[in-house]
């Protein structure tokens, strides 16, 4: 592991501990890939590489401070847009089966 990796996967543990600690998220630890984070999200444990997994804990705690609704289940593939004035712009989690 060098070192910009270990600095990710050191800010993704730091960030999985807040949003333990704001009851976002009920556990968190290292995946059984080097590149990987484990989150339990919502009661399912995901295995998430550590990019998206810092996106994902950032986007949580985020919206959690403006009480927003939560962002997808980074396991979920339906199709979800964000509320706002550019809801018809933001698709997350694209899936083409759900059409």
Do not use: W
């Not at 592991?1 to 990710?8: D, G, I, S, W």
């Not at 919206?63 to 712009?89: C, M, Q, W, Y």
């Amino acid at each position: 592991m060098n070192h910009a990796q270990a600095a990710l996967r050191n800010e993704v543990r730091q960030l999985a501990e807040e949003a333990f600690y704001r009851k976002l998220i009920s556990g968190h630890g290292d995946g059984p890939d080097l590149n990987e984070y484990q989150i339990v999200y919502q009661g399912k444990p995901r295995h998430i590489p550590l990019e998206p997994a810092r996106f994902f804990l950032i986007n949580l705690l985020y919206r959690s401070r403006i009480h927003l609704k939560p962002p997808v289940d980074p396991g979920d593939s339906r199709t979800e847009l964000s509320g706002g004035r550019n809801s018809g712009f933001i698709a997350r989690h694209f899936n083409r089966s759900a059409l």
